[in-house]
């Protein structure tokens, strides 16, 4: 199974962004799908994650504003990111589980910076 992540990028505070991931290969039942990052210098850390019932959760830090969903076309999953803050600065990773095992996306580079 791959993880093919896109979308990151350089945008100012208060800007918007949008990820996307698309999972290939011998494809299992995902349940769940969503989104880590790692700051510099720290660990990685849960963002979003969207079961395969459609139950989402999301880190204290973007409750308001990111918004994860999975895509209509199978083992897609997306992250809506708004009213972007310097601290939103990360890789940005996609993740997938399939009961105890865990599938990661390469990363993709969000900077936040005027």
């Known amino acids: 199974v791959q993880l093919q992540a896109s979308g990151g990028g350089l945008v100012q505070p208060g800007g918007s962004l949008a990820l996307s991931c698309a999972a290939s290969g011998s494809i299992p039942p995902f349940s769940t799908l969503g989104w880590y990052r790692q700051p510099p210098g720290k660990q990685r850390e849960l963002v979003a994650a969207?079961?395969?019932?459609?139950?989402?959760n999301y880190a204290d830090s973007v409750k308001g504003r990111f918004t994860v969903s999975r895509g209509s076309v199978k083992n897609t999953v997306y992250l809506q990111m708004n009213t972007l803050i310097p601290e939103d600065t990360a890789v940005y990773y996609c993740?997938?589980?399939?009961?105890?095992?865990?599938?990661w996306g390469q990363g993709t580079q969000v900077t936040v910076s005027s």
């Open positions: 993740h997938a589980s399939s009961g105890y095992v865990h599938y």
């Open positions: 969207m079961s395969d019932t459609g139950n989402a």
